[in-house]
């Protein structure tokens, strides 16, 4: 991964939409019960912040490519959401919102745990009193992983064939995974590096940005949150 930029350029944000994850309605829908204004984090192409609108709340965001939100603008809505261009884990809007948060795995692309914190901190800065902020993002599962590596194939078609690379350091947390498709058009990368941090990280960082955990779900639909939990929602509160 040497050389890599992890920017979402022009060609990132063109395609960034062509494979929703499914779970869309159902993240507005809990979303949508703490109150009529919200910020997101990293609002790139506005795959919930848009949807979030239409269901009566407020959006505004926070977003490092100016590609992802060109994107924005050319959909229904677009022009509406108010983003403020920066890095999630510092740039301010200079408001405070009933809702602050952060989905999708987006708080991996941080890729030290400093930043991680400093990101939890600007959340709570635009947090109104009683106001909650809400992480989602998967748990990881490496060390069942041997040698910390792996190759998984995600598509075998006639004319191509799609797999996905990865690699873990557990020193540092990172994640290095490339989604590799070799077909008769070519051969395409699409490689990502993540920090990856598990529930119990996350919620040291709360206690260090003075937020504390009010719940955690295993997803969207309020699953409980146990053992065999790919992912959870979790939302903090204030601390005070």
Same mark, same amino acid.
């Given at each position: 991964?040497?050389?890599?930029?992890?920017?979402?350029?022009?060609?990132?944000?063109?395609?960034?939409?062509?494979?929703?994850?499914?779970?869309?309605?159902?993240?507005?829908?809990? =979303?949508?019960?703490?109150?009529?204004?919200? =910020?997101?984090?990293?609002?790139?192409?506005?795959?919930?912040?848009?949807?979030?609108?239409?269901?009566?709340?407020?959006?505004?965001?926070?977003?490092?490519?100016?590609?992802? @939100?060109?994107?924005? %603008?050319?959909?229904?809505?677009?022009?509406?959401?108010?983003?403020?261009?920066?890095?999630?884990?510092? @740039?301010?809007?200079?408001?405070?919102?009933?809702?602050?948060?952060?989905?999708?795995?987006?708080?991996?692309?941080?890729?030290?745990?400093?930043?991680?914190? +400093?990101?939890?901190?600007?959340?709570?800065?635009? =947090?109104?009193?009683?106001?909650?902020?809400?992480?989602?993002?998967?748990?990881?599962?490496?060390?069942? +992983?041997? =040698?910390?590596?792996?190759?998984?194939?995600?598509?075998?078609?006639?004319?191509?064939?799609?797999?996905?690379?990865?690699?873990?350091?557990?020193?540092?947390?990172?994640?290095?995974?490339?989604? @590799?498709?070799?077909?008769?058009?070519?051969?395409?990368?699409?490689?990502?590096?993540?920090?990856?941090?598990?529930?119990?990280?996350?919620?040291?960082?709360?206690?260090?940005?003075?937020? %504390?955990?009010?719940?955690?779900?295993?997803?969207?639909?309020?699953?409980?949150?146990?053992?065999?939990?790919?992912?959870?929602?979790?939302?903090?509160?204030?601390?005070?």
């Amino acid at each position: 991964m040497k050389g890599f930029n992890p920017s979402f350029g022009p060609e990132i944000a063109r395609t960034y939409d062509d494979s929703p994850r499914g779970d869309e309605d159902e993240t507005v829908r809990f =979303l949508a019960g703490f109150g009529s204004r919200a =910020l997101e984090l990293a609002v790139g192409t506005g795959r919930i912040a848009l949807p979030l609108q239409e269901a009566g709340v407020v959006v505004d965001g926070i977003e490092l490519s100016p590609d992802m @939100v060109a994107r924005m %603008r050319e959909k229904p809505g677009g022009d509406r959401v108010e983003v403020t261009m920066g890095d999630m884990s510092t @740039v301010g809007t200079g408001r405070t919102y009933p809702l602050v948060y952060l989905v999708y795995n987006t708080i991996t692309n941080l890729l030290t745990q400093d930043d991680q914190v +400093r990101c939890f901190s600007n959340a709570a800065r635009h =947090l109104d009193p009683g106001g909650v902020f809400v992480v989602e993002c998967g748990v990881p599962s490496w060390s069942a +992983r041997q =040698l910390n590596q792996y190759i998984d194939v995600e598509a075998v078609e006639v004319d191509h064939v799609e797999i996905d690379v990865n690699r873990y350091d557990p020193v540092t947390q990172i994640l290095d995974e490339n989604h @590799v498709h070799i077909g008769v058009d070519g051969v395409r990368f699409g490689p990502i590096r993540q920090r990856l941090s598990y529930p119990s990280e996350f919620d040291l960082m709360a206690r260090i940005a003075g937020l %504390r955990l009010r719940e955690r779900r295993g997803g969207w639909n309020g699953e409980p949150f146990v053992a065999a939990s790919t992912r959870h929602v979790s939302v903090y509160e204030h601390s005070a």
